[in-house]
């Protein structure tokens, strides 16, 4: 329901696509209710909303009453077109961090990099899978979903900030024993088998976890809690065993010592952050070995 509110004596005109109740004057001012015919979240809705919006504008020009459109339907509008204009800035902003940190960790240009397009493709994938079920109704029956309709506007940003600290986490335990293995001396190849060997189980059942999690809300009967562990759990599925389990290895593989590599002017002014420990290692003496003194066996008559 939309109520718009002119100046006395005013009102709009009745196109097709919507029903329009008496005005009501209150107080100089006089409301008017309109009801579209099209659902809620519709672009026919939206469409109606800008139209009104933009007669009011008219008139104000025009005559210089004021006029104001609000109402539940008018408000949810309003808050999607802030999400979605506020989606790109906070995109770019944690892709940015992360890729920054990440540099610092591994001491490299392209394996940030890289982390932070999987996480894009991760995203983008688990957004596309929600579109298709919860929008498009495929395999609706399979997740119990009775009615498709729009995604919730608030739906990515919640997706996006989840998604990322769980991608960076398993990149971070994938990626950081190669590196130590391609640091003490292993070849690009064998760092690659050697990191995977020992870090792909934990990935593996870290990621089970928080998909048995997720898949838990599916079978929640609100929609929007159903469509957010649906999509949290296609999105951790595809960034553990797609992304970091099979494209990640792929990638520094075709890269060789390139993956590793970073400039020289970029080296000097990064700060040397040792995460795993390497100079405390390195600077620690080893423990001193006491001496034992000599035990003697036998009678105390022999030692006499």
Sequence with gaps: MLSTSYGPGWSVAKPNRHSEKPPRSRGGGVTITVIPKS??????????????????????????????????????????????????????????????????????????VKAALGFLLSV????????????????????????????????????VGIVFGLAMDYQVFLVTRMREAHVHGADARSAIESGFKHSA???????????????????????MIKALGFGLAVAVAFDAFIVRMTIVPAVLALLGKRAWSLP??????????????????????????AEREPSFTGSSDEHR
Excluded: C
């Design 124 to 159: 983008l994938a688990s957004l596309g899978a929600l579109v298709a079920v919860f929008q498009w109704g495929w395999l609706k029956d399979l997740v119990g979903l009775e009615q498709t309709g729009p995604i919730m506007s608030l739906m990515p940003i919640l997706m």
């Design 39 to 112: 659902a809620p979240g519709s672009d026919a809705t939206k469409e109606l909303v800008d139209d009104i919006r933009s007669l009011a504008s008219d008139i104000e020009s025009d005559t210089g009453a004021r006029s104001l459109v609000t109402g539940t339907t008018a408000l949810n509008i309003d808050i999607s077109d802030k999400f979605s204009a506020a989606i790109a800035p906070y995109l770019a902003l944690v892709v940015g961090l992360a890729v920054l940190v990440l540099i610092l960790v591994f001491r490299s240009i392209l394996v940030p």
């Design 201 to 223: 189980t934990v990935v593996t059942a870290a990621a089970l976890i928080m998909i048995s999690v997720f898949a838990g809300f599916v079978g929640s009967q609100d929609a």
């Design 264 to 289: 020289g002017w970029i080296d000097r002014i990064l700060p040397s952050v040792d995460i795993e420990g390497e100079n405390l290692t390195r600077h620690t003496p080893p423990p001193a070995i």
